[in-house]
């Protein structure tokens, strides 16, 4: 006999199990089906952010982090320390931990929010009176049929073709966070988010990291003023960043892996490394869903075709996140899976992509949410622009950490924030402030006249806002 939901939700990554929990909160109810695995064979949901994404990442940036301070910055504070040294298996455990964490807090969530969980992978059966019949397999087998199915299934790592993933030699984002030891030397394909932070992290570390990028521009989607403030420290500290470059052969010996590969000028050349990640992108994760058996439509890379409200060509199907069209990113997810309970529920669930801000935790780090200065330009749309240092910023002085700056884009005519971009401390926190302005169609002047707590990151948000109408206070 079949279990009855209102509601089944196949996967349980950030855009799954917010969808879950908010479905359950309208008075649904609620199943969620997962196959992620922690080292014991118990559940692990969160998905790839929780369990090889987001998450983990953080943890090892944090611990790579304080391990570059006390190397070389604990000095210029007047703390003096020697024979520093990190304990890798220690970090990884903690990384572990925190995961752990996370994985038992949606768990906890489910439980308080009445919402049933299966631990399996759950794929379409068949449409059957009044909904869909859902089988969990992997575990313990079951057979559920709710009225409105929503697919959160993410994505997964793109291989790059002749370099299969083994995630002992070449790498995924999975494998690179399972590094056991610092390598003598790390390539990475692909200088995007997961390139740039998994470099940062085992270069603070000790190895020589080089990045070979195919894009004959340095983090492409990003402004270019701020790209190329990024490229310029990221190069100081040490990194390479081969840029334009195509990459030929690649073999995997037992102690390590030859890249072959062409630069800029067209002058062969190669890589040997002790371990290679590859970060090219990621695709829809649609194998073993069963999308054919009820006629479910995808489009040529997998993903499931939706409209702006994320309806599939199926009624009573939704999906949310990676598997659909729309840039792959956690809150991203989470947003569609609130507005697609809502919707759910006879309510106007809200997402605007125009708002949707982006992170790159790197050091120093990379945020940005609107309109780049290039795309404005290509649109012929008329802007103003202003920008101011951290360098001139006292709160960024006292942290001992002055690299970048705040970029503020606004209509020629209107002064409406188009675009705010960060390259420097804290640009992950201090993107949220603007995310709110450019929801409410704020102008640079609204921004330039709100009174910010001195001294503090966020001074130099108020700056740029005042530099778009040459008005700086401090610069």
């Given at each position: 006999m079949s279990q009855q939901f209102d509601v089944i939700v196949i996967g349980a990554g950030p855009g799954g199990y917010i969808a879950a929990i908010r479905a359950a909160q309208l008075g649904m109810r609620v199943a969620c089906v997962d196959e992620w695995k922690n080292s014991t064979g118990g559940p692990a949901p969160g998905g790839t952010c929780t369990n090889v994404g987001c998450i983990p990442s953080k943890a090892l940036l944090q611990s790579s982090e304080h391990f570059d301070q006390a190397n070389h910055h604990f000095a210029e504070h007047g703390i003096s320390v020697s024979d520093v040294r990190m304990d890798v298996a220690k970090m990884v455990a903690r990384k572990d931990s925190v995961v752990k964490q996370n994985n038992d807090g949606i768990l906890y969530l489910f439980k308080k929010n009445k919402i049933s969980f299966f631990h399996g992978r759950g794929a379409f059966v068949k449409a059957v009176d009044g909904g869909y019949e859902i089988a969990v397999s992997g575990g313990k087998e079951e057979a559920l049929v709710g009225k409105q199915i929503v697919v959160a299934t993410g994505s997964t790592a793109r291989p790059l073709p002749g370099a299969p993933f083994d995630e002992q030699m070449v790498l995924s984002n999975d494998g690179a966070l399972r590094i056991g030891a610092v390598p003598k030397k790390l390539g990475l394909i692909g200088?995007?988010?997961?390139?740039?932070?998994?470099?940062?992290?085992?270069?603070?570390?000790?190895?020589?990291?080089?990045?070979?990028?195919?894009?004959?521009?340095?983090?492409?989607?990003?402004?270019?003023?701020?790209?190329?403030?990024?490229?310029?420290?990221?190069?100081?500290?040490?990194?390479?960043?081969?840029?334009?470059?195509?990459?030929?052969?690649?073999?995997?010996?037992?102690?390590?892996?030859?890249?072959?590969?062409?630069?800029?000028?067209?002058?062969?050349?190669?890589?040997?490394?002790?371990?290679?990640?590859?970060?090219?992108?990621?695709?829809?994760?649609?194998?073993?869903?069963?999308?054919?058996?009820?006629?479910?439509?995808?489009?040529?890379?997998?993903a499931i075709e939706v409209d702006a409200q994320c309806r599939s060509n199926l009624p009573g199907v939704w999906a949310v996140g990676d598997v659909v069209r729309g840039p792959m990113l956690a809150h991203?997810?989470?947003?569609?899976?609130?507005?697609?309970?809502?919707?759910?529920?006879?309510?106007?669930?809200?997402?605007?992509?125009?708002?949707?801000?982006?992170?790159?935790?790197?050091?120093?780090?990379?945020?940005?949410?609107?309109?780049?200065?290039?795309?404005?330009?290509?649109?012929?749309?008329?802007?103003?622009?202003?920008?101011?240092?951290?360098?001139?910023?006292?709160?960024?002085?006292?942290?001992?950490?002055?690299?970048?700056?705040?970029?503020?884009?606004?209509?020629?005519?209107?002064?409406?924030?188009?675009?705010?971009h960060i390259v420097g401390p804290m640009a992950s926190e201090l993107i949220a402030e603007c995310v709110v302005a450019m929801e409410f169609r704020a102008s640079s002047e609204d921004i330039a006249r709100i009174c910010h707590a001195h001294p503090s990151l966020s001074e130099a948000t108020k700056e740029a806002a005042l530099a778009v109408d040459k008005r700086t206070l401090n610069f």
């Amino acid at each position: 006999m079949s279990q009855q939901f209102d509601v089944i939700v196949i996967g349980a990554g950030p855009g799954g199990y917010i969808a879950a929990i908010r479905a359950a909160q309208l008075g649904m109810r609620v199943a969620c089906v997962d196959e992620w695995k922690n080292s014991t064979g118990g559940p692990a949901p969160g998905g790839t952010c929780t369990n090889v994404g987001c998450i983990p990442s953080k943890a090892l940036l944090q611990s790579s982090e304080h391990f570059d301070q006390a190397n070389h910055h604990f000095a210029e504070h007047g703390i003096s320390v020697s024979d520093v040294r990190m304990d890798v298996a220690k970090m990884v455990a903690r990384k572990d931990s925190v995961v752990k964490q996370n994985n038992d807090g949606i768990l906890y969530l489910f439980k308080k929010n009445k919402i049933s969980f299966f631990h399996g992978r759950g794929a379409f059966v068949k449409a059957v009176d009044g909904g869909y019949e859902i089988a969990v397999s992997g575990g313990k087998e079951e057979a559920l049929v709710g009225k409105q199915i929503v697919v959160a299934t993410g994505s997964t790592a793109r291989p790059l073709p002749g370099a299969p993933f083994d995630e002992q030699m070449v790498l995924s984002n999975d494998g690179a966070l399972r590094i056991g030891a610092v390598p003598k030397k790390l390539g990475l394909i692909g200088s995007g988010v997961i390139g740039l932070e998994m470099g940062s992290v085992w270069r603070r570390l000790g190895a020589e990291v080089t990045i070979l990028e195919a894009l004959p521009e340095f983090l492409g989607v990003v402004d270019l003023q701020i790209a190329k403030e990024a490229h310029k420290a990221f190069l100081k500290q040490g990194l390479k960043i081969e840029l334009g470059v195509t990459v030929g052969a690649i073999k995997v010996g037992k102690k390590g892996v030859n890249v072959a590969w062409t630069n800029a000028k067209g002058e062969a050349q190669t890589l040997d490394v002790d371990k290679l990640i590859i970060s090219i992108g990621r695709v829809p994760n649609t194998v073993g869903l069963n999308a054919q058996a009820v006629g479910l439509k995808l489009d040529a890379r997998g993903a499931i075709e939706v409209d702006a409200q994320c309806r599939s060509n199926l009624p009573g199907v939704w999906a949310v996140g990676d598997v659909v069209r729309g840039p792959m990113l956690a809150h991203k997810a989470e947003e569609e899976g609130v507005a697609v309970a809502e919707r759910m529920a006879g309510q106007h669930g809200h997402v605007n992509f125009n708002t949707i801000p982006w992170v790159i935790y790197t050091n120093p780090e990379i945020a940005w949410v609107g309109q780049t200065e290039q795309q404005l330009k290509a649109a012929g749309r008329a802007y103003r622009a202003g920008s101011f240092p951290f360098l001139a910023n006292g709160r960024a002085r006292a942290l001992g950490d002055t690299t970048g700056m705040v970029k503020m884009l606004a209509d020629a005519v209107t002064d409406e924030i188009l675009g705010v971009h960060i390259v420097g401390p804290m640009a992950s926190e201090l993107i949220a402030e603007c995310v709110v302005a450019m929801e409410f169609r704020a102008s640079s002047e609204d921004i330039a006249r709100i009174c910010h707590a001195h001294p503090s990151l966020s001074e130099a948000t108020k700056e740029a806002a005042l530099a778009v109408d040459k008005r700086t206070l401090n610069f």
